[in-house]
C-alpha cells in the first residue's frame, strides 16, 4: 500500500525511515541532519561503524546501508545516497531507481512492514522533482507486484512518500491516483 503525507519524516513510528545520506553516512544538511538530531549521537556512532568500502565511503551511490533508529520513534534508518543530479544524462535515473530498489530490498530483509522514504536527491542533490517522483513512484509499484506475487509473503508492506512540502506532496498525489 502506498500513502502520501507531508511532513516531517523523523516523526514517523514506522519500521523504517529512510535517509537521503552522502557516501561518508556522518550527517549533513537536508534531511540527514534532521535524522542525526532526532536520532541523538548513537546514530553517529553506529554510522562510524558501517566499513569503508574505499576512503570516505561508506555507502556508494544507489546502495543503501541499515542502522537502529535509536531515540527516533523508527526502529531503523535505511541510509542511501542519491545521485547529485547534472543533466538526467549521466546514469541519474538509475542510480535514483537503485536506492529504492535497494532500501526496500533491505527493508524487507529486516522484516519491515512499512518504510517512510522522504524525496531522495531533490534537495541539495538537485533533482527535479516530477522526474524524481515519477522513478521512485514506479520502482515501489514493481517493489510491491513483485511482493504480491511471491506467496511466501502475504502480507503487504505499507511504503509512505514523506513529502516535506506540500507542492512535492501534490506531485506524487498525482502519479499515485
Ligand atoms: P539530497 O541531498 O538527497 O537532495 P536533501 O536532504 O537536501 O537531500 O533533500 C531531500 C528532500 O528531503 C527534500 O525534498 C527536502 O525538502 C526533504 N527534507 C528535508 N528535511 C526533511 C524532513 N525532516 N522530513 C522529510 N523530508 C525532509
Known amino acids: 500500500m502506498i500513502k502520501i503525507i507531508q511532513g516531517d519524516i523523523t516523526t514517523l513510528a514506522v519500521d523504517a525511515i529512510v535517509n537521503a545520506a552522502n ?8 534531511v540527514d541532519g534532521a535524522i542525526h ?13 558501517v566499513p ?36 538526467g544524462l549521466h546514469g541519474e535515473p538509475e542510480k535514483l531507481a537503485a ?7 533491505l527493508a524487507a530483509e529486516n522484516g519491515c512492514k512499512s518504510i517512510a522514504f522522504p524525496c531522495i536527491s531533490t534537495g541539495v542533490y538537485g ?14 509499484k514493481n517493489f510491491l507486484t513483485q511482493r504480491r ?11 509512505i ?3 516535506f512540502s506540500a507542492r ?5 498525489r498525482q502519479l499515485t491516483l
Open 52 to 87: 569503508e568500502v574505499r576512503p570516505g565511503v561508506r555507502c556508494p551511490t544507489g546502495e543503501a546501508r541499515i542502522t537502529p533508529g535509536f531515540r527516533l520513534p523508527a526502529k531503523f534508518v535505511i541510509h542511501t545516497v542519491g545521485p547529485v543530479y547534472r543533466d
Open 149 to 159: 506475487r511471491d506467496a511466501e509473503c502475504a502480507e503487504e508492506m505499507e511504503v
Open 99 to 105: 536506492c529504492y530498489r535497494n532500501a526496500l530490498a
Open 127 to 140: 533533482y527535479p522533482i516530477e522526474d524524481a517522483a515519477k522513478i521512485a513512484v514506479r520502482e515501489v
Open 168 to 172: 512535492d506532496a501534490v506531485v506524487y
Open 37 to 49: 538530531r532526532a536520532a541523538g549521537p548513537e546514530l553517529y556512532k553506529a554510522c562510524l561503524k
Open 161 to 163: 512518500f514523506c513529502c
Open 23 to 30: 557516501q561518508m553516512m556522518l550527517g549533513g544538511g537536508g
